[in-house]
């Protein structure tokens, strides 16, 4: 796989998609109002970010097997309302800072390679934040994301693929352009069917400790 080079203006590109986007569904006042109240921290927090400068380290793409899966796929755009973020992020796969963090699972010993998330704006991101994190997750066709929580806030916006989504043991179906709030130390997990799932993600508060599974 021949690996591209994000530029912090491709980087910045991309956030701005997102920013806006998160943006026009405050404006839209379609969601409920924690969550909108979320987004509006998410924003307020992303203005004291410095994107005058970014990390050279983190800018490095990682080549993750998941970039191949979203590219064989049906991976499409979800349509307005997401249809900026998934157009500036299609051209930026493979150029993107793919990781996964999780201890290995025996009972997933492939997870692994199925499903990671590329942050863009964090403590270990190509522009530095303690105060919150945005990025992408996603997951590869047909895989669980097994239970798990951890003690950030967590906004999800799907940009591609419908999933079954779980949390505090009530499961969903999220098509793309929906909003998902989950709070600090809920219990949440997710199901990709025939189609991977590509979703824009922030985190506030407690941003330095790692998911855990359950």
Request: with cysteine; hydrophobic share 45%; net charge negative.
């Amino acid at each position: 796989m021949n690996m591209k080079t994000l530029s912090p203006a491709a980087a910045l590109k991309a956030i701005d998609a997102i920013r806006n986007s998160f943006a026009a569904r405050i404006s839209a006042r379609m969601d409920a109002p924690d969550a909108l109240a979320e987004l509006e921290k998410v924003l307020g927090l992303l203005g004291e970010v410095d994107f005058s400068r970014a990390n050279a380290e983190h800018l490095r793409a990682s080549g993750h097997p998941v970039i191949q899966q979203l590219q064989q796929a049906e991976f499409k755009s979800g349509g307005e309302g997401v249809s900026a973020i998934f157009d500036a992020f299609l051209p930026l796969l493979d150029a993107l800072p793919w990781r996964y963090s999780y201890e290995p699972r025996p009972d997933a010993p492939d997870i692994g390679e199925r499903m990671a998330w590329a942050e863009l704006v964090g403590p270990i991101a190509p522009f530095s934040s303690r105060k919150v994190c945005l990025g992408l997750t996603a997951i590869g066709p047909g895989l669980l994301y097994p239970r798990h929580r951890h003690p950030a806030v967590e906004s999800y916006w799907v940009v591609s693929g419908t999933a079954a989504w779980t949390a505090e043991g009530i499961t969903r179906h999220h098509p793309p352009g929906t909003l998902i709030l989950h709070p600090a130390n809920v219990i949440h997990a997710m199901q990709t069917h025939n189609e991977p799932l590509l979703a824009a993600y922030a985190w506030t508060g407690e941003v330095e400790t790692l998911s855990e599974y359950v």
